[in-house]
């Protein structure tokens, strides 16, 4: 009796923790807006969809034209346990595509709130040229097996004479911090400020307790 009700309720433990993944863990999308400024159209292209991979759109390549600068990318971690990532390029023609850049770090944490991050594919403007793009998206799930590994095609088209200008809207995107890495920035330097107020305190203390 009491070994069918410790198999109940682990069984019931197990499914409740398995919940989460059930239901969907992440959504990485381009959102309607972007989408309309890239191609015209009017929805939401899903790459994850509840932490379901949508294989038909990653099977297309899209074309990045002249005078589009940057991509911008919406993603959020449904659930509570953390989700890291790394994120890398593969191109194989400097002379036509410059460096590219991006608002947040290349390595870190899928956020918990919706979230855009923007990439930036500038051309020098030395020729006219097409490049094929691969932007590989790597995420785990932290204490499971869950893992996505994304690999988004972009044809980036460049003109001979159009360099890549960035306005200083898109420039100060690019370039600033994102609420995320400034948020753990606040955090650190608080804890910081903590620790210095605490051993303060400890060193008057002892030194009190000697005189």
């Not at 290349?106 to 923007?118: N, Y």
């Not at 030395?126 to 095609?153: C, G, P, Q």
């Amino acid at each position: 009796m009491l070994a069918s009700t410790w198999f109940t309720t682990n069984l019931v433990v197990h499914l409740f923790l398995l919940i989460p993944f059930i239901h969907g863990f992440l959504n990485f999308y381009i959102d309607r807006q972007e989408v309309h400024r890239l191609i015209g159209l009017s929805s939401d292209i899903y790459y994850v969809k509840d932490g379901v991979v949508q294989e038909y759109p990653l099977g297309f390549e899209m074309n990045i034209q002249p005078h589009i600068c940057d991509l911008n990318f919406t993603w959020k971690n449904l659930i509570k346990k953390k989700m890291p990532y790394s994120i890398t390029f593969h191109f194989d023609n400097l002379h036509v595509l410059g460096m590219t850049y991006m608002n947040i770090s290349r390595q870190g944490f899928v956020p918990t709130e919706a979230e855009v991050f923007s990439i930036g594919f500038p051309c020098t403007g030395k020729e006219d040229a097409e490049v094929h793009v691969a932007i590989n998206v790597n995420i785990t799930v932290m204490d499971s097996h869950e893992k996505v590994f994304l690999t988004l095609r972009r044809n980036r088209i460049c003109s001979a004479g159009l360099a890549h200008t960035v306005s200083e809207d898109a420039y100060h995107l690019l370039t600033s911090p994102s609420r995320r890495q400034l948020h753990s920035l606040y955090m650190a330097l608080f804890f910081l400020f903590l620790f210095v107020f605490i051993f303060a305190i400890i060193i008057y203390c002892c030194t009190r307790i000697c005189h």
